[in-house]
């Protein structure tokens, strides 16, 4: 099994200590209490995690919600499709040629996994000591379906990264362009925007309404320094410099997606090497 998949899923350290915790129950063969032990704390985790990334004010919002189950309340498997697609129909992404099936299939095996959980957290003596064979059977088929779970995650993830493949360069042109850039004129009285380069750029979040993609690259410059009369007589000095920095793109959720309108988030260089400081 590959558990480190899992750690993609984590957020915090609480959430990574009890994820190691719920393993270390595991480790305990001498301990009748083995598998309850890693269930009740198992299960909380999936808790947490869903309630993070799927908030139930804002799952509720999606167009494909459900009010008429569990009296309009966001429940387990609502929380789990919202993390994979977000505000996505089903509809748009088979259209944009999703399996829209696999994440079914995925978040049917996960929330089965998380309600067969439920019943070993009370300690009966149909549940008190699970056999060793039987403990390490039934927590693979947990684990496994967390890795599978946290796979449709990242799928979906890289597959709008790849429709978004040949926009992000070209929308984040003008605001190259067009932007102060405060932290480079803290260090010469002029520059000039020479080009920038695309270091590379990853979907963030999918939220109710929008995906929200990370781009990070460098922006090449060159910092000019004495008045004009000293660059005329050839007094002036130029410094070709370049600074790395990160913007978010913002592209609504739309049935015909990636849509031509946006939003692109106001962003600086980083400038710390200039100064002598790691990046």
């Known amino acids: 099994m590959n558990k480190e998949k899992i750690y993609q899923l984590l957020n915090s350290d609480f959430e990574r200590k009890l994820f190691e915790a719920a393993l270390t129950n595991l480790k305990d063969r001498e301990n009748p209490l083995r598998y309850n032990n890693f269930a009740y704390s198992i299960r909380e985790l999936s808790r947490h995690i869903l309630h993070r990334l799927a ?39 088979s259209n944009l040629g999703l399996d829209i099936d ?42 496994n379906s967390f890795i599978e779970y946290t796979n449709s995650i990242e799928e979906c993830k890289e597959i709008i990264n790849g429709l978004l493949d040949s926009r992000i360069d070209n929308d984040l042109i ?27 750029y990853n979907v963030k979040q999918i939220t109710v309404a929008e995906v929200v993609v990370n781009v990070h690259g460098k922006i090449h410059v060159t910092l000019e320094y004495g008045s ?18 990160e913007v978010e793109i913002r592209y609504p959720i739309t049935e015909n997606f990636p849509p031509v309108k946006y939003q692109i988030s106001e962003f600086d260089v980083n400038t710390d090497s200039w100064y002598g400081e790691s990046e």
């Not at 995925?106 to 000591?129: D, Q």
């Not at 004009?228 to 920095?245: H, K, S, T, V, W």
Request: proline letters at 2%.
């Open 102 to 143: 696999a994440y079914k299939e995925s978040v049917s095996k996960i929330i089965k996994a998380i309600n067969s959980l439920s019943k070993y957290t009370h300690v009966n003596e149909g549940t008190f000591g699970m056999v060793i064979e039987k403990v390490d059977e039934t927590s693979e088929l947990v684990i």
């Open 55 to 93: 908030p139930g004010a804002e799952l509720i919002k999606c167009s494909w919600f459900d009010t008429d189950i569990n009296d309009g309340k966001a429940t387990r498997a609502q929380r789990a499709k919202f993390a994979i697609q977000g505000g996505f129909s089903d509809t748009t992404l």
């Open 228 to 245: 004009r009369q000293e660059r005329r007589e050839g007094d002036g000095l130029d410094i070709n410099e370049a600074f790395p920095f």
């Open 174 to 200: 003008n605001t190259v362009i067009t932007n102060s850039y405060q932290n480079i004129q803290m260090i010469a009285p002029r520059f000039s925007l020479q080009f920038h380069d695309l270091g590379g």
